[in-house]
């Protein structure tokens, strides 16, 4: 693999050839400010806070969208590049809430966060505010107009992960903003409500309908599992607090799924506390089913089963899987039927 060599910071760094400027600094342990970058989206250069210098180049060029050269010398924290960041934030600022005490993205905002490391406390660019009302018809999302800040990364997130493309920009200037087709409120659009947008957005535009006034996200413990609504195995982290769980979030770290994850997955989990949901095995006796303990009712199960092999033998046994449940799941199946009952009678509904 063709390789480039470069020096960033003074640090002598070499990385495969396309490189961006921004990933070969990641690699060499350099953090630089993002806010419309996100890893598992198409680059964009919207937001322009990852400006680096670069020797030889006139102007402050965007790391995400630049690709490293040979002997290429950057710098990504110069006098210049921190200033220009410090602009592009007060920028930012100048049209964007400053509601953050109540704000539920307190304390996991990117931008609140790059105002703290910049020193930048307010706007040096006073001027008109938007004064969009808050959508919250949509059974899952809160969408805050007012708090976007045209990063686009929803834009993407709905087109390239989800391929509903049903956000996009519109209108000009001032006038700018991300929406739906005809501008139409999301219940009323081709949404589907899988939340790939809200898992992506670095400021309070796009947040967590259930969650809110709950929860901070810095209060969570998140707890690793898979989901299991499919086959697929996609990874999500159950954020819980006092024992319950409150949301379900993903990462770019996730090995199956990235960030990815559908309607059932990201707000379906909410079943877990469905009042008729099943806390303890039930036995039929007569015409009515009496509460019994796990051991007794899996004694039970094993008796009768082995009465059933007994009698008819294990072909008189047969047993269907799901593509619902996980390889593990379908696997003890499979295992269950061919040794304990003895026969090859197994199938799955996705076998077609």
Request: hydrophobic residues 35%; glycine residues 8%; proline residues 5%.
């Amino acid at each position: 693999m063709e390789t480039v060599k470069l020096t960033i910071n003074g640090m002598a760094v070499e990385v495969p050839a396309g490189t961006t400027v921004l990933n070969a600094a990641e690699q060499a342990g350099i953090n630089i400010p993002r806010l419309c970058h996100e890893p598992d989206l198409s680059p964009l250069g919207a937001c322009r806070l990852c400006v680096v210098e670069i020797e030889g180049m006139r102007n402050l060029p965007a790391s995400c969208v630049t690709a490293v050269s040979p002997n290429m010398l950057v710098h990504t924290h110069s006098p210049a590049v921190v200033e220009a960041r410090q602009t592009i934030l007060e920028l930012l600022l100048a049209n964007h809430p400053q509601d953050c005490l109540t704000c539920e993205k307190m304390g996991n905002c990117k931008l609140a966060s790059y105002c703290y490391e910049y020193g930048v406390k307010q706007s040096a660019f006073p001027g008109d505010r938007h004064n969009y009302p808050v959508e919250d018809s949509n059974p899952f999302i809160v969408r805050d107009m007012n708090k976007c800040i045209l990063c686009g990364k929803c834009v993407r997130a709905c087109a390239e992960i989800t391929g509903k493309n049903n956000l996009d920009y519109a209108y000009r200037g001032f006038n700018s903003k991300v929406t739906t087709f005809y501008d139409v409120p999301f219940v009323e659009s081709d949404c589907v409500f899988c939340g790939n947008c809200v898992s992506v957005c670095p400021t309070g535009a796009l947040t967590e309908k259930r969650i809110q006034g709950k929860a901070r996200h810095f209060e969570f413990t998140k707890v690793k599992t898979t989901c299991p609504f499919c086959g697929t195995g996609c990874n999500f982290d159950l954020n819980v607090k006092d024992g319950k769980v409150m949301a379900v979030t993903t990462g770019p770290d996730n090995a199956v799924n990235g960030r990815a994850l559908c309607i059932k997955g990201r707000f379906g989990w909410d079943f877990i506390y469905s009042d008729r949901r099943l806390t303890t095995p039930l036995i039929k006796r007569g015409d009515g089913f009496v509460q019994a303990s796990w051991d007794e009712a899996l004694d039970l199960i094993a008796t009768r089963l082995q009465g059933i092999k007994d009698k008819y033998g294990g072909d008189s046994f047969a047993a269907l899987s799901s593509a619902r449940c996980t390889n593990e799941e379908n696997y003890l199946l499979q295992k269950f039927t061919k040794v304990v009952m003895g026969t090859n009678n197994v199938d799955h509904c996705a076998r077609t």
